[in-house]
């Protein structure tokens, strides 16, 4: 049999095989070793031949938790399908046309995020409700993270483009509720269905091009829908100062409806393109022969499996827990405290005592929990997930409220406060192309991410000098294009670092893992900043007009302030030197919190980029591969003259104790362990060995038994 490890991506001959399979599961091994489906009656089974025509074993198949998996046929055929659809373009222009379909798309949902984030500002104001700017973003923030686990399972199951389509659809729902709101909660109602499409749109792109891109070339790939911000970040001044949203937000926001699915008309036909050429290859003929879960036992029993599948009762009450916690931070505090008031204490606790609900039902009930406990024990993937927390938390604890005080503290016109809040953006976006081009050279990332996160603290200590009067107004320029440099070297290359770890049919899971970590990190981050301003920023303002009135009319409609009391005026300047010493505290948070940031770096796994689409050669039980770490072992060396009890220099494993307990349970099984493994092996194999083994005792047929 060739040796998969230095096999590349081809396209497996099949045989057709007549087999009676009755409810039979299968095993998660890599797919490219088995396609199954679940039947009662007898069917054709799709097999994989090897090069010597010798058929390859199949399994009884549970998933990474012990536990079956019935839809496991359906992720293998969405996984065949899309490997075939990239052979498909595999033509040199056939891929400059893809990237080009996903720069359009990304032109479209780029430029209406920048400036819709903007424009909520202004719907807030309308509203006289400026301080709930925070609440809104924070609603948006718990949606996206839910989301994102529900589709990446489900783009699983159902395909990208479907997702796709699915998406789309919720983004031009959300964006009409928002443009016909007339209160702050339609608004925010709006919202749910608008980042339910946006967070689908970008996921579901992100996962395309991580199909059609080998590890070495993943990162060029992934920066493609990034690259409009060049053009955007000048733009979007230009657009929002002409829009004039004070008068017209409800226009401005409500012509996305239609414009942003006109941007992603290109890549659905190239996607369709892609299919109407995949589907005369005899490979696709004999996969779409195959009967999924859903053919075989109905509509009824398919919903009732992805039920279980999508974690729903674990989603909603995390969504719900972080809602409740989170959620009324941005409200308790104001032109008065509202921490006594019955509807913001409930909320709170309601979302503490569900924290430790969610965890007892993810450990005991969970069919497959929202945290596969296999996949997040390795430091490849709780540090990258660590990281995509942090990132989006200290940039919303210095970026949540940036334009409002450079608008109000730094004089700033609605052009020009546009165009430098979208800076970093512009930055990271130009330097991208060129850094993702270098590292198909070097096939490294982790030198460069610890690099990024550094760049990362100089440019939050340059926001934190510089927050406020005419003077800071290069200060923050430079800080922000130190920011947009630090981002690119680390915030995609974090993805791509945990994609290149593991096997192409977990890519979809540790993206989303990274994604949802990101979310929450947002709404967790926009909570936080809404805290602190709901919370300081009033009570600085009166401290210091000594007038409630204009107190109040300053903290909650700012923008009408400023006209008003212009630049220079004695009122104007005790209002910015409010607003200056908040926006103190805000950027103090997160310069403490890239210190963590850096750490977890230093903790990441760093695999080679090689030209495969993901690793091919993990064996059963084995999730993560591992190669040289260079860094964390130069690293471990020096603690271990510090710290006693880590194990020997000769051994490569981190965690000594964890591979210590490994290793003397396969012994006393009588396997003799292997040192030479680069891979981390799943712990308890022994339990999951005697489950497989009883699991299919039970489930093997008479008739099976008898071939």
Known sequence: MENRSNS???????????????????????PEFENVKYGQNAHQEVMPVDSDGEKQKLRPSLNMHGLPDKLHVSKWLVIRQSELLAAEYDWWPFRILLLFCAFICGYGYGLDSNIRFIYTSYVTNSFSEHSLLSTVNVINAVISAASQIVYARLADVFGRLTLFITAVVFYSMGTVIQSQSYNIET????????NLGYVGVVLVLLLILSDFSSLKWRLFYQFAPTWPFII?????????????????????????????????????????????????????????????????????????????????????????????????????????????DSQIIGPLVLGVVLLPMLIVYELKWAREPILPWKLIKDRAVWASMSISFLYDF???????????????????SVKSATRISSLSAFVSTVFSPFFALYITRVTRLKPYIIAGCGLWMVAMGLLYHFRGGKS?????????????????????????????ATSHENMATVTSLNYT?????????????????????????????????????????????????????PIRQQVVEAYMHVQKLETLVGL???????????????????????????????????????????????????????HPKGRHPSFASQEAQEETRSIEEGQVPD????????????????????????RVSSHEQNI
Request: with cysteine; proline share 3%.
């Open 394 to 412: 200290i940039f919303y604890m210095a970026y949540d409220y940036l334009y409002t005080v450079m608008i109000v503290a730094v004089d700033e």
């Open 232 to 340: 955007n970040t000048w733009i979007s001044g230009n657009i929002t100062s002409r829009a004039n949203p004070q008068e017209n937000w409800s226009w401005d926001i409500g012509m996305w409806a239609f414009i942003f699915p006109l941007s992603c008309v290109p890549l659905i036909c190239c996607m369709l393109h892609m299919w109407w050429k995949a589907r005369r290859t005899e490979e696709w003929k004999i996969l779409n022969e195959e009967k999924t879960y859903f053919k075989t036992h109905g509509l009824v029993s398919f919903i009732k499996e992805l039920f279980w599948k999508l974690d729903t009762i674990g989603t909603f009450i995390m969504t719900v827990s972080l809602g409740c916690i989170l959620v009324p931070l941005t409200l308790a505090g104001g032109t008065s405290s509202k921490w006594d």
């Open 517 to 569: 970590l990101y979310r929450i990190g947002s709404a967790v981050g926009i909570a936080v900043s809404g805290c602190i301003w709901t919370q300081n920023l009033y009570h600085e303002i009166f401290k210091r007009v000594k007038d409630a009135k204009i107190a109040s009319y300053a903290y909650e409609q700012p923008y009408n302030f400023i006209a008003e009391y212009t630049w220079g005026t």
């Open 187 to 194: 608004y925010a109602a709006g919202s749910i269905f608008y």
């Open 472 to 500: 800071s107004h290069s200060g923050i320029i430079g800080g922000l294009c130190v920011w947009g440099v630090g981002t690119t070297m680390f915030t995609y290359p974090v993805n791509v670092s945990v994609q290149s």
């Open 592 to 646: 403490v919190f890239c210190a963590p940031l850096l750490l977890f770096s230093l903790c990441l796994r760093d695999p080679e980029l090689t030209d495969e689409i993901a690793h091919n050669d993990l064996g059963e039980g084995e999730y993560i591969a591992r190669d040289k770490d260079y860094i964390f072992d130069w690293i471990e060396d020096k603690c271990r003259k510090f710290v006693p009890g880590l």
């Open 675 to 698: 040192d030479s493994s680069d891979v981390v092996m799943e712990s308890g194999e022994s339990n999951f060995k005697k489950l497989q083994g009883e699991f299919h005792s039970r």
């Open 8 to 30: 590349k991506i081809s396209e497996p001959r099949f045989e057709r095989q007549e087999v009676h399979v009755t409810d039979k599961e299968y095993n998660d091994v890599p």
